[in-house]
């Protein structure tokens, strides 16, 4: 029999605000344990929660993001389970009416688009801490994390493969980091993924019982905890087992997920309108102020990057993938022509990117300026190095080999101080080619006959005996001109 998965994804983004969603108490994370946790955090008698307006600013910039409805009223609501590291005996959250109800985010798959429905996006307060390392046997509690705000994001079960559900993810964890209302780092929890995960029979309309795997806090973790669950579901229904809802974790050490408790339903948690808080609503004033400081969004400037700069779909989606490339990028192609705006597009998706791959840094962390690496494609266009002693000088800078020189002007002291300018001296070139060809006689022959790959490896040679410094150009022409005699 053939299956067919089915993937909804809740996910929680931490709010980038100082303080908590119902408290002063500071969100800073490293802290030592029960520092940050204050009367409100604790839930002692006669506290009172009082709502900070930073993460409802924050929720709705996500909702008009996604092009969802953002309710004027919306209301928190008590979700009650008894837990170690939830002091009051309840999380503050919202249920039936929250912020955001719909919107939707394009996901790329290969060269697959789709469209991810969302169900709701929701504020809440986080939970505090169990730790279980270094206590001897015991667990210990850190209330650090309690009340720090939250939006939870949920999707329609609308993903097929775990291929999917990891791009939606990074397409979700790129657009919070880009809208500034979550900083995205998932070692410490800021972002975090549960996995609902089910299978039916291909062509089935009724969806299979899914489990629910929690706390994915990495893309690699999230694709290989999916993929194993798929597999255990179908092996258990194949084997004439029955699927059973419930909670499971993934230990990627063993890479497999195990049952942690069996699966709550709403009426476990017995909803119901927080008495201490007054319904939220938002003013019209307050969603234009919003929607006017919204920047703008990857679409809009895909769009824009392909129309201005005369780049690719391709090109201008690798580089929208976060807001700092594509800063970078267009301050290395403002004011360029297209044939200038293509080759920065080329070597902040190629070259550079590779260099921050290796490295296991961020665009931010680049160790050569938008302004270098432009003064590098223009010092190509203008025929002064060639595309090789470009990358050579690019490595150079990396390096830092041109302490001192911060600015674009580190290029051109560095080329000149090297001696790396390019030979365009038309009569030179035609010497070192001459020379060329007269001890290549075997691949001159080869050429003649037929055989194009010769006049590569001529080009190389002079390319060579000019240690990379001819204008390439110059040496095709040159080469071509005097074995067509």
Known sequence: ?????????????????????????????????????????????????????????????????????????????????????????????????????GGSLTIHVGDVEKTVQLTRAHLEEDAGKSLHEDFQG??????????????????????RSSAEAVAYAKAL????RWIGIC???????????????????????KLGTRCEIKNLNSFRFLEKAIEFEIRRQIEVIEDG?????????????????????????AHDYRYFPDPDLLPLAVSEAMLQAIQSELPELPPAK??????????????????????????????????????????CANWVAGHLNARLNDENLDIT??????????RLIDRVADGTVSGKIARDVFDALWAGEAVGNHDESAVDIFIKNKGLQQISDGSAI????????????????????????????????????????????????????????
């Open 241 to 265: 087992g029955r699927v059973v809802q419930e909670t499971r974790l993934y230990d990627p050490d063993k890479d497999e997920t195990r049952s942690m408790r069996s699966k709550e339903d």
């Open 1 to 101: 029999m053939k299956w067919e998965v089915v993937i909804g994804l809740e996910t929680h983004a931490q709010l980038s605000t100082m303080s908590k969603i119902f408290s002063g108490a500071s969100t800073q994370v490293g802290a030592a344990p029960n520092t940050q946790a204050c009367a409100v955090d604790l839930a002692l008698p006669g506290v009172l929660p009082v709502l900070n307006k930073g993460a409802v600013e924050r929720a709705i910039r996500f909702g008009l993001a996604v092009g969802a409805k953002i309710n004027r009223r919306s209301i928190f609501a008590r979700k009650n389970y008894f837990y170690p590291d939830l002091p009051k005996g309840y999380q503050i959250s919202q249920y039936e009416l929250p912020i955001v109800e």
């Open 302 to 343: 895909q769009s824009r990057f392909m129309s201005s700069y005369g780049i690719s779909a391709y090109d201008a989606a690798v580089l929208t993938s976060s807001r700092e490339l594509a800063d970078y990028f267009e301050a290395a192609a403002q004011d360029a022509d297209a044939k200038v705006a293509k080759q």
């Open 430 to 485: 035609e010497k070192i080619v001459d020379a060329v060809i007269a001890a290549n006689a075997r691949q001159v022959a080869d050429y003649l006959a037929g055989k194009e790959k010769a006049f590569n490896s001529l080009v190389g040679q002079s390319m060579k005996a000019t240690k990379g410094k001819a204008n390439p150009q110059q040496v095709n022409d040159i080469l071509k001109r005097k074995l067509t005699r």
């Open 365 to 374: 962390q680049s160790k050569v300026t938008s302004k270098q690496l432009r």
């Open 173 to 176: 964890h790129a657009l919070v």
């Open 183 to 205: 900083d995205g780092n998932m070692q410490e929890g800021s972002f975090r993924c549960d996995a609902n995960v089910s299978v039916r029979p291909a062509g089935s309309d």
């Open 138 to 159: 015991a667990t210990g509690i850190d209330l650090n994390r309690a009340g720090t705000p939250l939006l939870e994001i949920v999707t329609e079960p609308d993903m």
